[in-house]
């Protein structure tokens, strides 16, 4: 339903983000954890591989298996104020609007936490995703995130885990 699609009353929040953001250690692949479910991500095994196309632009390949097949987006992430390099906004194509694409905290080598919040009329959607450069990322880190995201008013209760089991996600190492 039109509900389910994360949509809220009220404004986006404008949580902070993660500081001092460097753009070339985030760079490279990462896997998706936990989400908030999205329309256009129903796949599983879901991976996200940065490369730095020029100075502040870079190159996204997200991918997923989908019942048995990978499917795969290509778009760009520029930052929109040097000021703020971990607001990031993302397009995919032509057809739509950039999206934005906020770090709120990352170690680089560990995890990720991504924020994304767009404002429709009186309302607003959100999307919110966990990564990790391993298929797996310890409990204590995702409550960590979740919570960081709880305290924007994130229902973290919607999240829904991906599955990154090896043999599963086999065909997307292939």
């Known amino acids: 339903s039109f509900f389910?699609?994360?949509?809220?009353?009220?404004?986006?929040?404008?949580?902070?983000?993660?500081?001092?953001?460097?753009?070339?250690?985030?760079?490279?692949?990462?896997?998706?954890?936990?989400?908030l479910p999205t329309t256009f991500q129903k796949g599983q095994c879901s991976t996200a591989v940065y490369t730095l196309k020029s100075p502040g632009v870079i190159g996204v390949l997200n991918s997923e298996l989908d019942d048995g097949t990978i499917s795969s987006t290509e778009g760009t992430a520029t930052v929109k104020d040097p000021a703020e390099p971990a607001k990031l906004e993302v397009s995919f194509s032509k057809d739509s609007p950039?999206?934005?694409?906020?770090?709120?905290?990352?170690?680089?080598?560990?995890?990720?936490l991504v924020y994304s919040?767009?404002?429709v009329g009186l309302f607003h959607r959100e999307l919110a995703w966990i990564m990790s450069r391993e298929p797996t990322l310890p409990e204590a880190t995702v409550q960590e995130l979740r919570s960081i995201l709880s305290s924007v008013g994130v229902h973290v209760d919607k999240l829904v885990p991906t599955n990154q089991d090896e043999t599963y996600c086999a065909p997307m190492s292939q």
Do not use: M
Request: positive net charge.
């Open 98 to 112: 950039p999206g934005p694409y906020w770090v709120l905290s990352t170690d680089y080598q560990g995890h990720t």
């Open 4 to 35: 389910a699609q994360g949509l809220k009353l009220g404004k986006c929040p404008q949580p902070a983000v993660q500081a001092n953001f460097d753009a070339a250690r985030y760079l490279g692949k990462w896997y998706g954890i936990q989400k």
């Open 117 to 119: 919040c767009r404002e």
